[in-house]
């Protein structure tokens, strides 16, 4: 296969060069780090003029969710509010949101990395790219609109929702790439269903789908389903968002733009790093964001390093496709649980249809897990006798892989919550420790 890079010298360079150019940001990282309200306290002690390679990083400490939450709103920040052109911030569902903060040149070398990842997906300034996620002070859609316009495609800033209007769009102007979450692509095949658009009305090849988790089985049930090719994509606000680290067209996982961050991976609970290859959770450091500069930032995100090199030529690591967030770990009577372990196999069923959600009570002193999934309609009938094998075969194969037992309720395909951005699966109903 011929692959396409943006910029073939920075994707391919020899890892001793690249490792030098990481070097040489990290100093000038740690003396930006240094004018932060934030840093210049954390860092007092520490003799940072001794940060001369790849290996001093460790004598940094790092940086949590919480550090950010107690410099809310500008502790991080190292330039002039003047020369701040943007800031986006976290969902901030429980308690006070995380704010990232942006200069022009900040957004320029943003749109760089992410138009980085969307031709290296093969995609050209011939494409007609449809950006259906949330604009506002998420990432995902500023994001991504500006690294498409780089690239010089067409961009339509749908936004997320309201399949109809997105139907429209796509056949309107030929549209040839879209990017959503992919539970938001599962629910826009379920209504091209509903809505019976025939495939051939639309012109689609591609899609980009990330910000929250999915399995390898939901990637390809997508493609299959759409006839299109996905690529997974992973960021986080606090890294700039989107561009991170991002599929190539081998899809032998995402490649980290080590030029512009440093990973790292460690066990959440010795803080030690894993041996090569082994999952753990991915610290990051950024090494060109001048205005809001961060230092082994703990993504708190489970995942591993592939060590081969990948066929596609670049140079820069690949990580595993996200297997779950440290704090998303279920606890259900004793026995740890991700959500991804549950997705694995449901979605990986062909009666299954697009949707599922997980449900935990307290019954008694036990846990209870329920796991909700939409069926497709032909299994609906008057004879109950597929549904319960159906069931049943969920049920236990569920258990041969979890451990836990569970309760397996099947639905009609469209009778789940769906949401337009991330979504929620998990609902843990059981009462707070106070
Ligand atoms: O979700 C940025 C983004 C936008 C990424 C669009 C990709 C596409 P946050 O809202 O700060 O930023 O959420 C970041 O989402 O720490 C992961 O837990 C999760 N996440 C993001 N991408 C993936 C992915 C954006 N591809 C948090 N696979 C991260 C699994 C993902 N989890």
Request: aromatic residues 8%; glycine residues 6%.
């Amino acid at each position: 296969m011929e692959y396409q890079y943006w910029n073939k010298h920075r994707e391919t360079m020899p890892r001793e060069e690249l490792k030098r150019l990481q070097v040489e940001r990290l100093t000038w990282t740690v003396a930006n780090a240094l004018k932060t309200p934030f840093y210049a306290e954390r860092l007092k002690k520490i003799p940072v003029d001794s940060i001369q390679s790849l290996d001093d990083l460790r004598r940094l400490p790092f940086t949590t969710k919480h550090d950010l939450r107690e410099g809310f709103p500008y502790g991080f920040l190292s330039i002039p509010q003047d020369n701040v052109v943007r800031l986006h911030a976290s969902s901030g569902t429980t308690g006070t949101p995380t704010t990232v903060y942006f200069s022009r040149e900040d957004l320029g070398r943003w749109s760089q990395l992410v138009a980085r990842c969307i031709f290296g997906t093969g995609c050209t300034k011939s494409d007609v790219f449809q950006n259906m996620i949330s604009y506002g002070l998420f990432t995902g859609g500023l994001g991504f609109h500006a690294g498409a316009e780089e690239v010089g495609m067409l961009v339509i800033p749908s936004g997320a929702g309201n399949t109809t209007r997105q139907f429209r769009l796509m056949q309107d102007f030929g549209t040839t790439v879209v990017h959503a979450t992919p539970s938001f692509l599962l629910h826009v095949e379920s209504k091209m269903q509903e809505e019976a658009i025939a495939r051939d009305s639309i012109r689609l090849r591609k899609a980009f789908a990330g910000a929250e988790p999915y399995s390898e089985d939901t990637r390809q049930r997508i493609q299959d389903l759409l006839h299109i090719d996905v690529y997974n994509s992973y960021g986080l606000s606090e890294m700039n968002g989107p561009g991170v680290a991002f599929e190539c067209q081998a899809k032998q996982g995402l490649h980290l733009w080590e030029d512009a961050y440093i990973g790292e991976i460690i066990n959440p609970d010795t803080l030690e790093p894993v041996p090569d290859g082994e999952i753990g959770e991915l610290v990051l450091t950024c090494l060109c964001r001048e205005a809001n500069p961060l230092l082994r930032y703990r993504t708190r995100d489970l995942t591993a390093f592939y060590c081969e090199p990948c066929v596609c030529g670049r140079t820069h690591r690949r990580l595993h496709r996200i297997k779950g967030r440290t704090d998303d770990m279920l606890i259900i009577n004793g026995v740890n649980l991700f959500p991804s372990q549950i997705e694995e196999v449901v979605m990986a069923m062909p009666e299954v249809a697009n949707n599922y959600s997980i449900a935990i009570e307290k019954e008694g002193a036990l846990d209870r897990l329920t796991v909700h999934i939409e069926v497709h309609a032909h299994i609906f009938r008057d004879d109950t006798r597929p549904l319960n094998a159906l069931r049943e075969k969920i049920r236990k194969t569920l258990q041969a892989l979890i451990t836990i037992n569970p309760r397996v309720e099947l639905h009609e395909s469209g009778s789940l919550a769906v949401s337009e951005g991330k979504a929620k699966r998990v609902y843990d109903n059981r009462p707070k420790d106070v």
